[in-house]
């Protein structure tokens, strides 16, 4: 397999169409928002999900480092799914998840979303995975995007990446039938030269957030919520054969 890329910016490439970023100059892979585990709580809910979801992603990243080969890959928080003490599911679905894609990667660094508690207690012996509230690594800072962002301490900093939001872009076809895609979003803070990058959640069982120009208010994303104006946003939207690249939503209007 030999993965094709869409450029966001110099150095941010989408990776196949897929909810993967690929940072080139750093040679690290970003993804996030996996929920393992969820396929459990879901079935104990009465949905149907398929028992073997957690292979499938675990097979799908790693598939794509094995193709990409970086030197780092980042979880962008919410590895696991309820907010509680993991299960004995979950547990296991997030070690068999590192154990595959440990052995595939130098680095692993995992930014804690707001699901990820007691997640320590599956990390304990794997080396090569570190836990964190946030990081920096370069011109770009990582942070599940939960909590508010002191945007002082990033004066060098030229991306946040975050993730929470599930970003959906939605439309009807024939006024019908309605489509859902998930998408990147892109735009700058009101202040300073930073630009947010919010990914698209990895996890397929999510409803995501529809992204609309007048909704600004309902997003749940400090940072996007507070600091910038989601009119100013760009959408990288992921279709089935391609990647969609959408203007500014104050030009939708």
Same mark, same amino acid.
């Given at each position: 397999?030999?993965?094709?890329?869409?450029?966001?910016?110099?150095?941010?490439?989408?990776?196949?169409?897929?909810?993967?970023?690929?940072?080139?100059?750093?040679?690290? %892979?970003?993804?996030?928002?996996?929920?393992?585990?969820?396929?459990?709580?879901?079935?104990?809910?009465?949905?149907?999900?398929?028992?073997?979801?957690?292979?499938?992603?675990?097979?799908? %990243?790693?598939?794509?480092?094995?193709?990409? @080969?970086?030197?780092?890959?980042?979880?962008?928080?919410?590895?696991?799914?309820?907010?509680?003490?993991?299960?004995?599911?979950?547990?296991?679905?997030? @070690?068999?998840?590192?154990?595959?894609?440990?052995?595939? %990667?130098? %680095?692993?660094?995992?930014?804690?979303?707001?699901?990820?508690?007691?997640?320590?207690?599956?990390?304990?012996?794997?080396?090569?995975?570190?836990?964190?509230?946030?990081?920096?690594?370069?011109?770009?800072?990582?942070?599940?995007?939960?909590?508010?962002?002191?945007?002082?301490?990033?004066?060098?900093?030229?991306?946040?990446?975050?993730?929470?939001?599930?970003?959906?872009?939605?439309?009807?076809?024939?006024?019908?039938?309605?489509?859902?895609?998930?998408?990147?979003?892109?735009?700058?803070?009101?202040?300073?030269?930073?630009?947010?990058?919010?990914?698209?959640?990895?996890?397929?069982?999510?409803?995501?957030?529809?992204?609309?120009?007048?909704?600004?208010?309902?997003?749940?994303?400090?940072?996007?919520?507070?600091?910038?104006?989601?009119?100013?946003?760009?959408?990288?939207?992921?279709?089935?054969?391609?990647?969609?690249?959408?203007?500014?939503?104050?030009?939708?209007?």
């Amino acid at each position: 397999m030999k993965s094709s890329f869409f450029e966001v910016a110099p150095d941010l490439l989408i990776v196949d169409n897929q909810p993967i970023l690929f940072l080139k100059d750093i040679n690290a %892979v970003v993804i996030a928002d996996l929920h393992l585990g969820v396929e459990a709580i879901m079935q104990e809910d009465g949905s149907f999900v398929p028992h073997n979801l957690t292979s499938q992603i675990t097979e799908k %990243v790693a598939r794509y480092l094995k193709d990409l @080969k970086p030197e780092v890959l980042v979880l962008n928080g919410d590895v696991k799914h309820s907010f509680q003490e993991p299960t004995k599911i979950e547990n296991r679905d997030v @070690k068999k998840f590192l154990r595959e894609v440990s052995s595939l %990667v130098p %680095v692993i660094h995992i930014m804690k979303g707001n699901h990820d508690t007691f997640l320590s207690w599956a990390l304990k012996n794997f080396e090569n995975v570190t836990l964190h509230n946030s990081l920096s690594i370069g011109k770009y800072h990582f942070t599940h995007g939960d909590k508010e962002l002191d945007i002082e301490i990033l004066k060098d900093i030229e991306y946040i990446i975050i993730g929470h939001l599930h970003p959906v872009f939605e439309s009807k076809v024939d006024g019908l039938q309605k489509v859902r895609s998930p998408t990147f979003l892109m735009g700058p803070l009101n202040e300073g030269s930073q630009s947010l990058l919010v990914l698209p959640a990895f996890t397929e069982y999510s409803s995501g957030c529809p992204i609309h120009p007048d909704s600004q208010g309902h997003y749940i994303v400090p940072i996007l919520k507070n600091k910038a104006d989601i009119q100013n946003f760009e959408l990288y939207v992921l279709g089935e054969r391609e990647t969609f690249h959408f203007p500014e939503l104050k030009l939708w209007m």
